[in-house]
Structures are given as C-alpha cells and as structure tokens.
C-alpha cells in the first residue's frame, strides 16, 4: 500500500502544482455525468454521484457545473456519451498497472493507451490479467507530523474504518467502499486535515523496484496515463524507495 499512496500523494501535489485546472475539472464532469447516467441524478440515492460531486467540490468546481454535468447525465441536457473502458497492463520491472478511462471511442482510446505502455517499457494486458491484485477501498491519508497514530485509530475505529497503519512519514486510514464518506465526515467534524481523501484501488502486494531507469520508466508511464485526457485514474503496485523517488519527480 506505501507505494500507491506515496504516488496518490505525488498526484495530488502535481495536480495542484500544475495548475490543470481545466482538465482536472473535466475528468470530474465526466465521473459526474457516467454516475448520474447509471444511479440517477440524486446524491442521496447515488454514492457514487455522492463521491463525484464531493471530490468536484474539493476541487473548487462551481455548483452550476455540477448541476449542468448531472443533468447531461440523466439526459434532461444534450450532451456527449462516454463508456467506461479497464485496462490492465505491466509497467517495467513486472509492476502490475490498472487504467480507468471514460470515452467516446474505445478503440482510439486503447490503442493510444497501448502506445502509451509500450513506449515506457511496458505492456498492455489480457483483460483480468492484473485486477485481481487491486481492491477498492476508501483512503485517507494523514501527516505524521500532526496527528499521533493513537489519534487518528481512535476516530477511525469508532467509526466503522477497516485497517489504521503508520506508514513511515504518514499514516494511512482504509475503509469500505460504503463506509468512506461516514469515516471521512467523523474527522471532517473533528477538523483533522488530511492531505488526501479518495476512493481508490489498492494493491494487495507490491513490486520492489530499485533499478533507476525501471523506477523512471514506471514513472514516466504513470505520469503519460494520468496526463491522457481519457484516463480516469490510473494505479499501479510498485514501491519505490523514497530516496529514489524523489529524485524522479
């Protein structure tokens, strides 16, 4: 789990340091309307509509855009129609790689994300090849530098979290699907900042890469997926060394 979450944290901060703020505000819009088309426009009775305009809120989104991008959604306004597209794939050094994408031409968007892989050293996969490997949970990561693990595990376990680790510089809170937004809510309440709250997909084992240039192609990999306008998320289980790391991003 340490190397998925030191990359979601390096997303995070990219994303704020790049100031992409018009494609980050598209990604959400098409969560937001593939939600409401498959759960219906209500928050209350869509989760996952509930997440998407939660995490579109984080990002500062106007309501009017949310409200516009539900509707499209639901089909009460004209707009376009996009698939939810899974890719799996292997990045340097044997790192399984799951990609989300939304998009209005498949085959365009595979055979891009299939150049994308290969020209970082990777692969792409056989369908099922690595999902197995990744479970959805919800994650929420705070800083060890301003919450003890003791206070932390004691909201986390009143309300319902699945598993508090301390993970180095950080300390990591996982949940259920289904209890996430009860458990984020609790330390929103209590005001406890986190530096990262999301639904994610976790990996059940990780890859140990030390080779330099394996440990810049993974990354490069993962920097060219999440850059590609039709990818939604993408995860990966590699563990690189924070030393290593840093000196490639």
């Known amino acids: 789990m340490a190397g998925h979450s030191k990359w979601a944290n390096i997303k995070h901060r990219k994303a704020a340091q790049d100031a992409r703020r018009g494609k980050i505000f598209t990604k959400l819009i098409r969560e937001i309307m593939v939600a409401a088309r498959l759960g ?9 509509l509930r997440a998407a305009i939660s995490a579109a809120r984080a990002e500062n989104m106007p309501k009017d855009t949310i409200e516009r991008a539900i509707k499209k959604g639901t089909g009460e306004i004209e707009g376009e129609t996009y698939e939810e597209i899974t890719c799996e794939g292997y990045a340097a050094g044997g790192v399984a790689v799951l990609v989300e994408a939304m998009t209005d031409n ?12 290969t020209r970082n050293g990777g692969n792409l ?24 693990e003791d206070e932390i595990m004691e909201v986390a376990l009143e309300v319902g979290a699945d598993d508090v680790k301390d993970q180095g510089d950080q300390i990591e809170v996982t949940t259920s699907v289904a209890d996430f937004t009860t458990v984020k809510q609790a330390f929103d309440e ?6 990262l709250a999301q639904i994610t997909m976790i990996p059940q084992t990780t890859v140990r890469i030390e080779d330099p240039k394996q440990a810049q192609q993974v990354i490069r990999l993962m920097e060219m997926l999440e850059d590609h306008d039709d990818v939604q998320h993408a995860y990966a289980n590699f563990d690189i060394p924070d030393e290593l790391l840093k000196s490639l991003v």
């Not at 085959?107 to 150049?115: A, D, G, V």
């Not at 209590?190 to 530096?195: A, D, G, K, Q, V």
């Open 106 to 117: 498949r085959n365009r968007t595979i055979s891009e994300l299939r150049n994308i892989f």
């Open 40 to 48: 219906g426009g209500s928050p209350d009775a869509n989760p996952r």
């Open 190 to 195: 209590r005001s406890m900042e986190y530096s």
């Open 125 to 148: 996969g056989e369908a099922g090849c690595v999902a197995w490997m990744f479970e959805k949970k919800g994650l929420i990561v705070f800083p060890k530098d301003k919450y003890s």
